[in-house]
């Protein structure tokens, strides 16, 4: 079946140890998301890739980078994670820009931060 | 900008019937977006309206009405598994055109 796969599902980091989340399709959508989700509250979009097209959010940190070297796959780098990062972390696709109304979750990565 | 107002918490009984509005303030957008998410899990696409009126999927149904700014998602036979928290989205028609969140419903459905 085609979808959307991250890893790990959860991750353990200690304070100021960098981390990287993983995220890979297999539906060859053109667009993908970072987003980060707190507890009751609304996905929070971080950046996105058009193809190799990068866009970040005015309001995401610094401390966020991501990478996106194939079709297939995207990374979520934090550099310096701070208790605060504590969130989970979907990654997202949708076919295209126009049809962003329409996007594929995947299960999600929950970071925690000691 | 962009602005979505749901209200934070509904409940309901087994096999009732139950509205989840969604009202907004926003320059312009292309369609309005339903997104269901249980708790622990991902978001999961329900249905989009790009044009006013009812979409009907199964028990589930979305309303828009731009000339109200006002949409809603309609439940019908309600399930104990249709406990979860449901999220209306837009996606202005300014900028990169990503997706803006409401806040987010939780529906608590008791036997």
């Known amino acids: 079946d085609a979808m959307v796969i991250q890893n790990p599902r959860y991750q353990v980091t200690q304070f100021g140890k960098p981390v990287t989340l993983s995220c890979s399709q297999t539906?060859?959508?053109?667009?993908m998301y970072w987003y980060q989700q707190k507890s009751s509250q609304a996905p929070k979009l971080l950046f996105h890739?058009?193809?190799?097209?990068?866009?970040n959010e005015a309001d995401t940190p610094d401390n966020f980078q991501s990478r996106r070297p194939n079709t297939s796959f995207c990374f979520l780098d934090i550099r310096s994670p701070g208790l605060g990062d504590a969130a989970m972390y979907l990654c997202?696709?949708?076919?295209?820009?126009?049809?962003?109304?329409?996007?594929?979750f995947g299960p999600g990565t929950r970071l925690t931060v000691l | 900008g962009q602005s979505l107002e749901q209200p934070s918490e509904v409940t309901a009984v087994e096999g009732a019937i139950v509205q989840i509005n969604c009202t907004y303030q926003?320059?312009?957008?292309?369609?309005l977006s339903w997104y269901q998410q249980h708790d622990g899990g991902a978001p999961t696409f329900l249905s989009y309206?790009?044009?006013?009126g009812l979409e009907e999927t199964g028990r589930f149904s979305s309303f828009l009405s731009r000339s109200d700014s006002y949409g809603y998602l309609l439940l019908q036979e309600l399930q104990m598994k249709d406990s979860a928290s449901y999220f209306c989205?837009?996606?202005?028609?300014?900028?990169?055109?990503?997706?803006?969140f409401g806040k987010g419903t939780m529906l608590l459905v008791s036997p």
């Open positions: 989205a837009v996606r202005p028609n300014s900028g990169y055109s990503t997706l803006t």
């Open positions: 539906l060859n959508h053109n667009v």
């Open positions: 309206n790009a044009l006013d």
């Open positions: 926003t320059s312009g957008f292309y369609g």
């Open positions: 890739y058009y193809d190799k097209d990068f866009n």
């Open positions: 997202a696709t949708s076919r295209d820009r126009d049809r962003a109304e329409v996007q594929f």
